[in-house]
């Protein structure tokens, strides 16, 4: 696939210096300049953008990986090219995103459409994300080798990248009052968790009405200054979760925490609410509409409020729970449902949000890969969900009581993203090398 710069238009951006505290970005009149291999952006040329001509060979291809039975059928399909996928990402629905982001085993991000798979931009990165992206209105967040990372969300381009001085454990949660103002929250492999604000500033400054200034030359550098930071009682699991101007994050010994980042005393926050439960925390935190889920060891699910970290309910899962919970929600009937994998032998299971009644338990299941609005009369029999269970088969289930519908195989493909936002089944094929998009047959 060929591609061409972004970065040409009057002054180019030359990164000619890489600090410990930021990254100095040199603008010269009428001069080129060379972006770090990891910050690179690219657009995919007008010869490429008709997907369909590009994929449609690709799509006979997957398609012939169904039995001809099947009830899912491609959509699109993507060819790498040679590079083969490591981990793929579903931004949140109520951003409005158009694409999922994938991130190659060759160190590259790429942006595919959501519903024809049209690449939209790359970004070279030098290494594997630790913890997983943010997605914010204005932009996307992610750190890679203690680098936090800020990219343009509709170009890919590269916004800013600072050295962290502290060796981070997972990826950044953020906070924007506006597109240029944000507040990054990162945790340590210290035991503390980081609020970081990156400042902006360019050389030569104006002072006055005869201040110092040059039109030909200026660098700009973006400085990683610490705000305060918080120390855990153990070392941080997994990531942080934020609603509005509070975090959450869990430890590793029985400890989850609600930081308000609005006031501070002597450089911490002041306002920290902090619950103890049964066992140590390996998975983070999950905000799920008013309230806080969190997975712990102890085979329990406890689901507490925002507002105050009391409990609202929790969920004896019967298994050690290691991974972070989710949601689905059901617009038919207005129904929130906690969806938590608990651990290697047990069920998926779905929980009611306000009640913590289980709603269903399915054995064998591993996660929720998409959500279908079906053509019913019955609100109750509208929204369904296609899980992958651990036989590498895709099933059809009511999200309402979990009954299932169908089922086939998918033993031909790779790997299949979580997904509870649309109809559609991001997976990989080919070694990974072939991305695509499965819908369910009408």
């Known amino acids: 696939m060929s591609r061409y710069p972004v970065f040409s238009v009057g002054k180019l951006s030359a990164f000619l210096f890489l600090g410990f505290a930021g990254i100095v970005t040199v603008l010269l009149s ?17 010869d490429m953008k008709t997907i369909e001509k590009v994929s449609f060979s690709t799509s006979e291809a997957v398609q012939s990986k169904l039995s001809p ?18 981990r793929m990402w579903m931004p949140p629905a109520e951003l ?50 203690s680098y936090l990372n800020a990219i343009e969300r509709h170009s890919g381009e590269p916004i800013w990248r600072v050295k962290l001085p502290f060796p981070p454990s997972a990826g950044p949660v953020v906070h924007e009052d506006a597109e240029k103002l944000p507040t990054a929250f990162v945790p340590g492999l210290d035991r503390k968790v980081y609020a970081i604000e990156v400042e902006m500033a360019t050389w030569p400054p104006k002072v006055g009405h005869r201040g110092l200034t040059r039109e ?35 430890d590793n010994t029985n400890k989850a925490y609600s930081i308000t980042t609005t006031q501070l005393t002597f450089g911490k926050p002041e306002e920290v609410e902090m619950v103890r439960t049964q066992g140590p925390m390996t998975a983070g935190p ?9 997975a712990s060891r102890d085979k329990n699910l406890y689901c507490y409020h925002l507002r105050d970290m009391t409990v609202n309910w929790h969920y004896a899962a019967g298994n050690i729970l290691t991974q972070p919970a989710y949601y689905i929600t059901d617009e038919n009937t207005n129904r929130t449902t906690v969806v938590i994998l608990c651990g290697s032998t047990g069920p998926l ?30 609100a109750d029999k509208k929204g369904t969900m296609l899980i992958l269970n651990k036989d590498k088969t895709i099933s059809g289930h009511y999200i309402i009581n979990g009954e299932k519908i ?19 089944v991001y997976a990989t094929t080919n070694g990974g090398s072939v991305v695509c998009g499965l819908i369910k047959r009408q």
């Open 30 to 46: 009428g001069c080129g300049g060379t972006a770090p291999k990891e910050q690179t952006s690219t657009a995919v040329p007008e």
């Open 69 to 86: 039975d099947s009830p899912l059928q491609v959509r699109w399909a993507m060819n790498l090219n040679g590079a083969q996928v490591s």
């Open 96 to 145: 409005d995103y158009d694409y999922i982001l994938v991130l190659t085993k060759q160190n590259e991000l790429l942006a595919l459409h959501k519903r024809n798979g049209k690449p939209l931009w790359s970004t070279k990165v030098n290494n594997d994300l630790t913890g997983d992206p943010f997605f914010s209105p204005y932009g996307v967040y992610f750190v890679v080798q």
């Open 216 to 250: 030909d030359f200026t660098y700009q550098k973006e400085i990683c200054r610490i705000i305060w930071r918080y120390p855990a009682h153990g070392g941080i699991a997994g990531n942080l979760a934020i609603s509005g101007r509070t975090i959450f994050l869990a």
């Open 286 to 294: 999950a905000v799920i509409g008013p309230y806080i889920a969190v």
């Open 349 to 378: 299971a779905g929980i009611n949000d306000t009640d913590g009644k289980v709603a269903w338990e399915i054995k064998n299941a591993d996660k929720i890969v998409a959500k279908v609005i079906e053509t019913e009369n019955e």
């Open 406 to 424: 169908w089922s086939t195989s998918m033993k031909g493909f790779d790997s299949v993203m979580q997904n509870t936002s649309n109809e559609y």
